[in-house]
């Protein structure tokens, strides 16, 4: 890309995500809901001044969630996260199975192999964690016992959607599951989060005092990117996804005394990036696939719906595996219903490997759509939202009560 | 590149840049200098870790240049500028003019042709505006009016070069030169700077208040970003370059009543790319085409210095173009010795089109490099560096001083 035409697209991408995300809120829905409304309106199914495919776009978005994920680290507790762990886990096992089995059945139903209608099963499974994030941090809510569950849930759900993924790929390629290949991507998947925290625990404070007798400007900021980059990178290559190492690094650096400062300063650079991730996944939906006019396009609009309606139940009834403390159970299974990025990269592997036809690729893209799409404002309609403070969204302004309590 | 190269990449660039930056400053150099330094040993002249060609690691620190301009203009009192202008002008005009003779000159009697000889004087007229403002600001100088009269003259020298760059770019590829032609490109080059100084002081109040009714967070950041990537845009769309319209962008928002906020805030942004230009410069250096072990390279490598001292004798007397109100001349003069990016770019299109040998076009690199890391130090030994205030380097600290003056 040349440089005038990545100026333009910045361009686009900030004012369709201030454009929309400031009508989003005028209609009292969270901003992130309208920064993906405006990807769709530059994107490939509006006005396609962004192509969602250019490279460097896609580097800067995925530096976005990347960051995204690092900030919500930085805002977490690790105590209270541990403390509904249990809860978490529940929900996040619950919602995976329930959506899982009412996909595999119904590809089943509708006449297909068995191995297409797994694919329509692990589809359902993901949970986008970036986006819940966003959304209760929109809301000022990120403190809330309820949204601990969720974000707990979240990771645990990339975390089997990682190895789904992988399952379903290698099934995708013809190749054969064995117990002891799935029981060592789920230890590798798993393993790598208990260790990273361990072990970014004990390095993390040695460099926050090792940087603290730095004279060079910004270099807590800087070593703080460098370990949440590093982990995201050790992340991907231990099989793991870049967004729990990145998250990680957060969850470390939070529990150092240095915690709110970083922060602060990564709040600054990540508010540049964040935008940019939002609206390239509106920009990659493509509603020209599913045209009403055909019988085709009625046929495969048809099985999104019903696969969303799957979707959208199967994490609102697993909310209910989270027992007891008076939680909130229906806000919990709410707050499990965008599938976003994650569900896109299932459908895409879906089409490249010849596994789903172009139309049930576009069903497969509907039903991430419909729950990305409801799931804010569900969860915006059932939540309070927290008056803001000085530092505006993207949670930083919970993060006293949380790293305090 | 793939999204682990990208981090490491990143990771690469940061700590280049921390490390050698660090070292810098504890020898009382600028970080600009160790950034620089960092980069040559982390690229193809040394680890090898950062390739300076990568599109998108290209597009970041043009991103990165960009921004260094546009908070060098939001830190610049439109004023404070014109009052120096005379003496800015006379600096800049003496500053190419000198050593384009002498590099001429030293062409014909090293028996080059008429043509590659113009190229050579051409190659000696460039002031690198960003190496030269970020060691000012690292100095926390930026403020003084010597400081004024190079920054202008600075910006006078990249309008000449980049008039200069054309013609040399068109008699390279064997066109004809045309009065008419020459005076179009000057008038374009300098008219877009009024004109957009001029059309920007009238929006930039309009937009500033506009921006205050919106609710959406950081608008006012992004509403300046959008003015500055906009008018870099056009810039280059114009025949000018990108750095003058994102320096024309925050002089005109620096004069709005929300200028202090706007710089506070770009200069969160700002500091996450200006390092990856900086390291970029150093990683292009490629050091292998000097070899002092050929009569070759022996010879390339005089020319290259002979091309240098010319450069800095002329650069420096240059600087007694600023007449009178007790200015430092000699301050004046090796402020403008940096040719950085631009000279480098010169040396590219006489490589690209044939007109410099392989090896001219290391004895060019050499003169680029000697004048860019030598201007540093110089400048270093002759200001007092003003101690550091809450807002760390890149200039940020001394806005107060000069858009209150």
Redesign the interface.
């Known amino acids: 890309?040349e440089?005038?035409a990545?100026?333009?697209s910045?361009?686009v991408i900030?004012?369709a995500?201030?454009l929309f995300?400031?009508l989003a809120?005028?209609f009292g829905q969270p901003?992130v809901l309208?920064e993906m409304v405006g990807g769709v309106v530059v994107g490939v199914s509006g006005l396609h001044l962004i192509d969602a495919h250019e490279?460097?776009l896609h580097?800067l978005s995925?530096?976005g969630v990347?960051l995204l994920l690092f900030l919500i680290g930085l805002e977490t507790n690790i105590h209270s996260l541990l403390k509904v762990g249990v809860a978490a886990f529940a929900v996040a096992v619950i919602g995976v199975l329930l959506p899982f089995g009412g996909g595999y059945a119904a590809g089943l139903s509708l006449g297909y192999s068995t191995i297409v209608s797994i694919f329509l099963g692990a589809a359902l499974t993901a949970t986008s964690v970036g986006i819940t994030a966003r959304v209760l941090s929109d809301l000022g809510n990120l403190d809330t016992p309820e949204s601990q569950v969720i974000l707990g849930a979240a990771v645990v759900d990339d975390i089997i959607g990682l190895v789904l993924l992988a399952i379903v790929g290698t099934l995708a390629r013809g190749g054969q599951i064995t117990a002891g290949g799935v029981s060592k991507l789920v230890a590798v998947a798993f393993g790598f989060v208990v260790v990273a925290i361990v072990a970014g625990s004990i390095f993390a404070p040695w460099l926050v005092r090792a940087v603290g007798r730095?004279?060079?400007?910004?270099?807590l900021?800087?070593?703080s990117?460098?370990l949440a980059?590093?982990l995201?990178?050790a992340a991907?290559?231990a099989g793991s996804a870049?967004i729990i190492g990145a998250f990680a690094a957060g969850v470390v650096l939070a529990r150092t005394d240095k915690g709110h400062q970083i922060e602060r300063?990564v709040h600054?650079?990540a508010?540049?990036f964040i935008p940019i991730f939002f609206v390239m996944v509106g920009a990659a939906v493509d509603l020209r696939t599913l045209n009403p006019m055909t019988a085709d396009g009625r046929r495969y609009i048809m099985i999104g719906l019903v696969l969303a309606v799957i979707g959208v139940l199967g994490k609102i009834a697993a909310g209910w595996g989270a027992r007891g403390k008076g939680l909130r159970k229906i806000v919990i299974g709410v707050g499990m219903v965008p599938r976003g990025e994650v569900g896109l990269i299932f459908a895409n592997i879906g089409l490249t490997t010849g596994l789903l036809t172009r139309g049930l690729y576009s069903s497969v893209t509907l039903l991430v759509m419909v729950t990305t799409f409801v799931g804010p404002p569900m969860l915006r309609a059932l939540v309070t939202p927290k008056p803001r403070q000085e530092i505006?969204?993207?949670a930083a302004h919970v993060s006293e009560a949380m790293t305090d309590e």
Chains 1, 2 share one sequence.
């Open positions: 890309m440089p005038g990545f100026l333009l910045l361009i900030w004012v995500a201030k995300g400031e809120e005028r901003a309208g490279p460097t580097l995925e530096l990347i730095l004279r060079v400007a910004k270099a900021l800087f070593s990117l460098i980059f590093g995201a990178y991907d290559a870049m300063e600054d650079i508010q540049f505006p969204p993207i």
